[in-house]
């Protein structure tokens, strides 16, 4: 298969687990409750290029990640979205927003600066959001 992920996405990202077809993870931001899924696909760039199978895959994990930070942190709103335009590889934003967060009601893909978790806040979250996906934390 030869996925890896992007050096960048790693850098920015605590790992949560695995679904069937993404690798989920924890933006490092403690302001946002923020997941990122990435296809396990190598090359993957934009969704109309996966196959049928992992486009239908997608769309249904993107809903449980949805839910399971709508179900983690009761948020208002959730905002997916796939950008690409600084990480080409193919990921998909899940971010749990509230009329109370720092960047409402605009988006936050580049306001401020990210404010990283300390080390047991983010064992927390990721053991939490794990726990509401049914997915065996990777976090070391």
């Given at each position: 298969?030869?996925?890896?992920?992007?050096?960048?996405?790693?850098?920015?990202?605590?790992p949560i687990g695995d679904l069937p077809l993404c690798?989920?993870?924890?933006?490092?931001?403690?302001?946002?409750?923020?997941?990122?899924?990435?296809?396990?696909?190598?090359?993957?760039?934009?969704?109309?290029?996966?196959?049928?199978k992992d486009r239908a895959a997608l769309i249904e994990e993107v809903a449980a990640a949805g839910a399971a930070?709508?179900?983690?942190?009761?948020?208002?709103?959730?905002?997916?979205?796939?950008?690409g335009n600084i990480v080409s590889q193919l990921h998909v934003h899940v971010v749990a927003r509230f009329a109370a967060d720092p960047a409402w009601p605009g988006p936050v893909w580049g306001f401020g600066a990210a404010v990283a978790y300390d080390a047991a806040a983010a064992q927390d979250r990721v053991a939490a959001l794990a726990r509401e996906l049914g997915v065996t934390p990777t976090m070391e």
């Open positions: 298969m030869n996925f890896a992920l992007h050096p960048r996405l790693a850098a920015d990202t605590l690798r989920v993870l924890l933006l490092n931001d403690r302001r946002f409750a923020w997941m990122v899924l990435v296809p396990r696909r190598a090359n993957a760039v934009e969704i109309h290029e996966l196959a049928p930070l709508k179900n983690y942190c009761g948020a208002e709103k959730i905002n997916i979205g796939a950008l």
